[in-house]
């Protein structure tokens, strides 16, 4: 990986590892903006991470964009040496594939998509090379995902699936994007699923919809009374399908407060994934059936 260093402004440096999307390059973001943090340089007011890159705002009144470009670049050795491991969780998502709702916005913008003919999952099954939407959902719900990045809107989780590149799920955005995705929206773009936290927007394939609240501004939502915010970087996603029975239930107790996600707290490390990554996984998943 080669880190490129670039100027957003007089007030921004921006660090990307890699042009292509990996853990590796994730982890190695990840380390190097703690190490900004911890190294308190004079003028920084803010850091954003994102999927394999991270954003520092800083005060050039304070420290000058150049000396600041080059206290960054100081730090990335650190990076370099950085443990690739982390004490994280791992969170059960129910998913309502197919749902009624995502369907009608699916069948109301298919001239801004590239197969007008099908539905998100149709097109997404046939260009992955799998015979049927079934087996294409199975493929989308049966290992883990890593929360890579949270933002895009408030507390959308981009998730990168936690399997070898061959087996990668690809699927482009809409040609043109759409101007309405129903809250909650299990979405998919590139090699990343999301979640929609709101209603709005969107250009991803839209494939089901889950109960959960992820975003609760007013943090009336038991599980979110702490923070906003459920989703952070390096959150760990398994997806449930589920049908619509049970997504009214959840739903309805989410409303009521009386339903908490299941999550169970694990440690992740990215060499142990490399050397078996079914087997990691498979442990990483047995943690939730104590949770």
């Not at 943090?219 to 399908?241: A, H, N």
Request: glycine content about 6%.
């Amino acid at each position: 990986m080669k880190t490129r260093y670039t100027y957003g402004g007089d007030e921004h440096v921006y660090v990307e590892m890699d042009e292509e999307m990996s853990l590796e390059a994730f982890f190695k973001s990840l380390s190097m903006s703690n190490a900004v943090r911890e190294a308190d340089i004079p003028g920084v007011t803010e850091i954003c991470p994102a999927n394999a890159s991270f954003q520092v705002r800083f005060d050039p009144d304070v420290t000058a964009p150049l000396e600041m470009l080059k206290r960054i670049q100081e730090l990335e050795h650190t990076a370099d040496k950085a443990e690739k491991r982390l004490t994280t969780r791992i969170v059960e998502v129910p998913v309502y594939y197919q749902d009624p709702w995502t369907h009608e916005t699916v069948m109301r913008f298919r001239e801004r998509h590239q197969d007008p003919n099908g539905t998100d999952l149709d097109y997404a099954a046939r260009i992955n090379g799998y015979d049927s939407v079934e087996a294409f959902i199975e493929a989308h719900h049966a290992q883990p995902w890593f929360v890579s990045m949270v933002g895009f809107v408030s507390g959308l989780p981009f998730l990168y699936q936690l399997v070898e590149r061959e087996k990668q799920i690809q699927v482009p955005k809409y040609l043109r994007p759409r101007t309405d995705t129903p809250k909650q929206t299990v979405g998919y773009g590139g090699s990343f699923s999301c979640v929609y936290s709101v209603r709005g927007a969107g250009g991803y394939q839209m494939f089901g919809i889950t109960p959960m609240t992820i975003y609760d501004p007013k943090q009336e939502v038991s599980y979110l009374r702490d923070f906003l915010v459920f989703f952070k970087p390096g959150d760990i996603v398994k997806w449930r399908p589920i049908d619509r029975a049970e997504y009214d239930r959840i739903l309805s107790e989410v409303e009521a407060n009386t339903w908490t996600p299941r999550v169970a707290e694990v440690e992740f490390n990215l060499e142990e994934f490399n050397k078996d990554m079914t087997g990691y996984n498979a442990k990483l998943m047995e943690a939730l059936n104590d949770a």
